[in-house]
């Protein structure tokens, strides 16, 4: 609460915000930006310029509509808020987070570094945006339907849906209540659990035939640059295939492993049916995320290895 009374004055008193989203941005990071954008300039009447060092996949394009995110910090601004980044080096500005300019960060995520000057972190909150919402909620902001579309679409993608284990009763309560302020619920379903290329679709078949259950009880799959390449698909369409691997009984934890086209292996992981803490083990890695989905990217390559064994009669 104190952060939070510090990173209001600290806004009243700013001129130009720069709002950060996360690099290989999704739903929660870029619906907290673009609902922060309009808050901030409708409600207090601030220049705000929306930040994202990576470019968006066209199913997110719902969430921005008509506002723009640059790639690139603009020039002159006194203020810095990033929305759902762990550490600074997700919104790619390192330098420009460790200037004099305050930075407020705004995240969910329990391996958070709290980097800001002022930090705002819930770990138990579902997602970035639920917190958004439970903040604005409390000092009685009122805003756009598309607003709350902003909101409720993180909301959907941080709960896969309302199936991961973050759903609590109070993000039913909210996402009803996003709804009755006119969140397009269709148009965030369609886009973001409805529409594949065939790209995708050839790409997450891959995924799901490599997929093995080792003797420890992990479900590991991988693709390679190579495989990548064959499906003509892009490294971010393969975003929500581990929800289909982390659905094997046996399996207490699941690991996807891909190489992108710059020479690194994004690993992914999930907690399955057990108590792992997949973002203690990313952290390792110098990665992070939730106790029950984490990742990290680590510059290298995938090289198989085939183990055999003789069991002796
Ligand atoms: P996903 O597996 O869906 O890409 O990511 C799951 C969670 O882990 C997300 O909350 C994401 O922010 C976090 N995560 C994924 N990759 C990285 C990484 O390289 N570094 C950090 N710090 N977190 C990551
Ligand atoms: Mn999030």
Known sequence: MQEFKKALEKIRD?????????????ADTIGANIFMHIVLENNFHKKVTSVC??????????????????????????????????????????????????????????????YGDINIVDPLAASATE???????????????????CLLAGIYNDTGSFM???????TYITAGELQSKGADIKT????????????????????????RLNGKGTLVSKISADELDETNASPRELAGVINYLNCVPESKMTMLLSEDLNGNVQ???????????????????????????????????????????????
């Open 188 to 211: 965030i379903v369609k886009n973001l659990f409805k529409t594949q290329s065939i790209e995708q679709l050839k790409l997450w078949g891959k995924v799901l035939s490599n997929a």
């Open 53 to 114: 060092a990576d470019p968006l996949p066209a199913t997110l394009l719902f969430i921005t509509d008509d506002f723009v995110i640059q790639s690139e910090m603009p020039k002159n601004y006194d203020c810095i808020i990033t929305v759902d980044c762990s550490t600074k080096e997700q919104t790619k500005f390192t330098n420009e987070m460790d200037s004099k300019i305050t930075v407020i960060n705004i995240d969910h995520h329990a391996t958070n570094t709290m």
């Open 14 to 26: 700013a001129n130009h915000i720069v709002l950060i989203s996360h690099r290989h941005p999704d």
């Open 267 to 313: 690993g992914s992981m999930r907690s399955g049916n057990g108590d792992i803490d997949v973002s203690s083990l990313c952290e390792q890695f110098g990665g992070g995320g939730h106790k029950k989905a984490a990742g990290f990217t680590i510059p290298g390559k995938i090289v198989s290895q085939e183990f055999w064994r003789i069991n002796a009669a």
């Open 131 to 149: 917190m958004l919402y439970t903040i604005f909620e409390n000092l009685g902001i009122k805003y756009s339907r598309h607003a709350a579309t």
């Open 164 to 170: 991961h284990s973050n759903t609590q009763k109070g």
